[in-house]
């Protein structure tokens, strides 16, 4: 991997990514920024910012915490800007996009290929192969587990799951983001913890768990007992920057 990357988190599942002089934009959602200035410093887009980048923005699903036809506004300050979106999202946003089920693979820029996953919720998970930096965004595909659910939910949702990964299995991940939400407590993590043990990433980043940062506490605390969860990064707030 010897591309420049260099990673924002903006809120819940939302990311940006830049590879050189390309920039992905995963499941952007809050466009209220951190404080009062717009940029990726404070968690949001600002299309001045970024209208000299090579851009592909991609929504895994049509659920409003993941999705915001705010996006489209862009293309006005934009000029190289491309979107990939889950087939769930309603068709009026399809127009010229590319839009993806599970199982399929587009090409939507020189050096970049998408390819997409079943999520175990809505829409997709998407792995991108840009600049020969190989990334996984999960969106909503996670080992989703609810005490409050019957056992026969419960273990179709960890089949379902486990079939998704065993199409990662030999892919070569450089960056990952993967669900860690607090709200399945004891069972927040066990979606990454199979994902590290099975499928493994070089930089791993939790994503959607909103406002509440105590996951960074559980993740911590993993990494005492399981050291495969080094790679995991903590967030601290919204804009935090990483470069790899």
């Not at 946003?93 to 175990?120: C, N, R, W």
């Not at 587990?145 to 179709?156: F, G, I, L, R, V």
């Amino acid at each position: 991997m010897n591309a420049k990357i260099r990673i924002h988190y903006l809120y819940h599942s939302g990311y940006a990514v830049q590879v050189d002089d390309r920039l992905l934009v995963f499941d952007y959602y809050l466009d209220r920024p951190e404080g009062g200035v717009r940029s990726m410093d404070t968690g949001v887009i600002n299309p001045e910012e970024i209208r000299g980048f090579e851009t592909f923005v991609f929504s895994s699903h049509r659920h409003p915490d993941h999705f915001n036809p705010v996006i489209f506004s862009w293309r006005e300050q934009v000029p190289r800007i491309k979107y990939i979106l889950s087939w769930d999202i309603p068709r009026r946003f399809h127009a010229d996009h590319t839009v993806m089920k599970p199982g399929e693979q587009a090409y939507p820029g020189d050096g970049i290929s998408v390819s997409t996953l079943k999520s175990t919720d809505e829409g997709v998970a998407f792995l991108v192969d840009i600049n020969g930096v190989v990334i996984y965004h999960a969106g909503d595909l996670n080992w989703w587990h609810w005490e409050e659910e019957p056992k026969a939910w419960n273990n179709d949702m960890a089949s379902r799951f486990k079939r998704e990964m065993e199409r990662l299995k030999g892919v070569k991940i450089d960056v990952a983001f993967l669900t860690a939400d607090p709200r399945q407590e004891s069972h927040a993590l066990l979606g990454m913890e199979y994902f590290i043990d099975h499928v493994g990433a070089g930089t791993i980043f939790p994503m959607h768990f909103g406002d509440d940062y105590s996951i960074m506490d559980a993740i911590q605390k993993k990494k005492a007992t399981h050291p495969g969860f080094g790679v995991v990064q903590p967030i601290t707030g919204r804009g935090a920057c990483f470069v790899l």
